[in-house]
């Protein structure tokens, strides 16, 4: 297996992991960026950025994600595409393996980000192709009916940007919003979007067509707040039910406090892109830090 060395690795290139390796590279070091996606992490899915400081306009995750890029470029950073399967501390080092690949370093930052919380229906696979647990894969869709399940921001926001081309329903099982009030009045106040609260899906199942065969279509069996049974039709469905850490990659037996953790892989409920940003440019000062008092 081929092996590789280097000081400092980060893990992720989202807002987090980007910010580190700037702020590691401002500070003299050649930081590893491992990336397995398209940098730019849960980004790709963000309408419209208002609290970013410095866009008073807002910018869209995919525009601010072509600024950190360009970014990176601008101090010769690059990313190596690769998906870290296992991290593991071992003589004071840290062991990164990939499929094919051993890499070694003295420190890592681990920004990897969120990961969609298990899918809670039992679905056929042609179902599952068509329940989403982001919005990146569909956002060039145009003209579907699109069902969004939850009543978070992430619900509204991605609501807000498929209603650009698409009709979409948001389903709330409870009658309480968890968004934003800013994202829910633009939605409602949006006829591509309809909001339904004490709407429980029960069942995903594909519509059957009138002459008995499959069509590509969606049924989504839901009950209401008084149990009556109804049925919608949609072409796609995306699941906005929430996130949890994506640590399925570090040594269970691993402190986690001997690595530093930056964005959503440890905000809990505040995660946000500017706190990871945040996160990263302190993470990699404290690198720093740590550097000097062991020289
Ligand atoms: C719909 C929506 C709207 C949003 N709107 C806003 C907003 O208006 N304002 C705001 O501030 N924030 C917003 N956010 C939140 C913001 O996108 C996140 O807070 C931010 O992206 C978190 O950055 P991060 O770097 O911690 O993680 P992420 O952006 O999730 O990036 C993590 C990266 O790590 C990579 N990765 C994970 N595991 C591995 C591995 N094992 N090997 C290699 N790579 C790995 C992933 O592929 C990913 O690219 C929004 C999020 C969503 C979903």
């Keep these: 297996m081929h092996m590789e060395y280097s000081q400092i690795s980060v893990i992720g290139a989202g807002p987090g992991g980007v910010a580190t390796s700037i702020q590691l590279k401002r500070l003299g070091y050649e930081p590893?960026?491992?990336?397995?996606?398209?940098?730019?992490?849960?980004?790709?899915?963000?309408?419209?950025?208002?609290n970013y400081p410095g866009f008073p306009n807002g910018i869209s995750g995919p525009k601010l994600i072509y600024l950190l890029e360009k970014h990176l470029r601008k101090l010769d950073i690059r990313i190596t595409k690769l998906q870290i399967k296992r991290l593991e501390y071992m003589n004071a080092q840290?062991?990164?393996?990939?499929?094919?690949?051993?890499?070694?370093?003295?420190?890592?930052?681990?920004?990897?980000?969120?990961?969609?919380?298990?899918?809670?229906?039992?679905?056929?696979?042609?179902v599952r192709r068509k329940v989403h647990q982001d919005i990146k894969g569909i956002l060039e869709q145009i003209e579907k009916h699109i069902i969004i399940i939850g009543c978070g921001d992430a619900a509204f926001d991605y609501a807000l940007n498929l209603s650009k081309r698409n009709r979409v329903t948001i389903l709330n099982r409870g009658s309480e919003l968890k968004s934003l009030q800013l994202l829910a009045d633009r939605a409602f106040s949006n006829n591509m979007i309809t909001y339904m609260c004490d709407t429980d899906v029960?069942?995903?199942?594909?519509?059957?067509?009138?002459?008995?065969?499959?069509?590509?279509s969606l049924l989504v069996q839901c009950t209401n707040s008084e149990n009556i049974r109804f049925a919608l039709e949609c072409d796609e469905i995306v699941l906005a039910i929430g996130r949890d850490p994506q640590l399925d990659f570090v040594d269970p037996l691993m402190s986690k406090d001997s690595c530093l953790l930056v964005g959503d892989v440890k905000n809990g409920i505040y995660r946000q892109a500017s706190i990871a940003a945040g996160d990263g440019i302190k993470a990699a000062m404290k690198i720093h830090n740590q550097i000097l008092m062991r020289r």
């Design 202 to 216: 029960q069942n995903i199942d594909l519509l059957p067509s009138n002459r008995g065969d499959i069509n590509d």
């Design 32 to 50: 590893r960026l491992f990336e397995m996606d398209n940098m730019g992490g849960l980004l790709w899915n963000a309408n419209l950025i208002e």
């Design 94 to 126: 840290y062991i990164m393996s990939s499929d094919a690949e051993i890499f070694i370093s003295d420190f890592v930052v681990i920004a990897s980000g969120t990961k969609p919380k298990p899918i809670p229906f039992a679905l056929s696979e042609k």
